[in-house]
C-alpha cells in the first residue's frame, strides 16, 4: 500500500512525491496466532480419531500438515518485509528498493527523462507499472493491486509532469 514518507532532507528542494510501498497482508500476527491454533486443533482431534482407529502411521501426517501451514505463513511474513520508497523532487527521481532479505537497491535518475510506463488488463486492471529512463525499466510496486497501482502512477505522472516544467 502506498503511504507518504518523509525521507533526510539532503536539499533544498521541494518534494513533489514521496511514498513507501509496501506489500500487503491482511492476516495480523493475533490473527496468524489464531489461525494456527484452528489448524493445530483441527488437526490434533482428527489425528486422535485416526489413532483411536488403529492407524497410528496417520496421526504423525496430521502434524506434518501443520508444520507446513505455519511454514506457508511465516514465508508470507518474510516476503512482507520488502519495500520501496521513491521520492521525486524537480532535479532527482530517487527510488529505493529493498528485498525481503533487507538487500538495497538504489536507482536515480533526472525525473525529467523518466516516463512512467503502464500496462493493463481489461478484466484485471493495471498489472504492470514502470519508470523508463533511457530506455531501461525499472519496475516497481509488483507486489500492490492494480487500484495501488493506479493511485502511484497518478502521483508519479503528476509529480513528473511538474518536475518538467
Not at 504423525?60 to 506457508?72: E, N, P, T
Not at 529493498?98 to 525525473?111: D, K, Q, W
Amino acid at each position: 500500500m502506498a503511504e507518504t514518507t518523509h525521507f533526510p532532507a539532503q536539499s533544498t528542494e521541494p518534494t513533489l512525491y514521496a511514498a513507501t510501498l509496501r506489500p500487503h497482508r491482511s492476516l495480523s500476527p493475533a490473527g496468524f496466532v489464531a489461525v494456527m491454533a484452528v489448524v493445530a486443533g483441527v488437526s490434533f482431534a482428527a489425528g486422535i480419531a485416526f489413532l483411536l482407529m488403529g492407524a497410528w502411521p496417520i496421526f504423525g501426517f496430521f502434524g506434518l500438515d501443520v508444520a507446513l501451514v505455519y511454514f506457508a505463513f511465516r514465508a508470507s511474513f518474510r516476503a512482507a518485509r520488502a519495500y520501496e520508497d521513491i521520492h521525486v523532487t524537480p532535479s532527482r527521481l530517487l527510488v529505493r528498493q529493498v528485498s525481503a532479505h533487507g538487500e538495497a537497491r538504489e536507482n536515480v535518475s533526472n525525473p525529467r527523462w523518466v516516463r512512467v510506463e503502464t500496462e493493463r488488463d481489461e478484466d484485471y486492471g493495471m498489472t504492470r507499472l514502470a519508470l523508463i529512463s533511457r530506455g531501461v525499466p525499472l519496475v516497481i510496486g509488483a507486489f500492490l493491486g492494480p487500484r495501488q497501482r493506479e493511485e502511484v502512477a497518478d502521483g508519479l505522472t503528476a509529480a513528473l509532469a511538474t518536475a518538467k516544467r
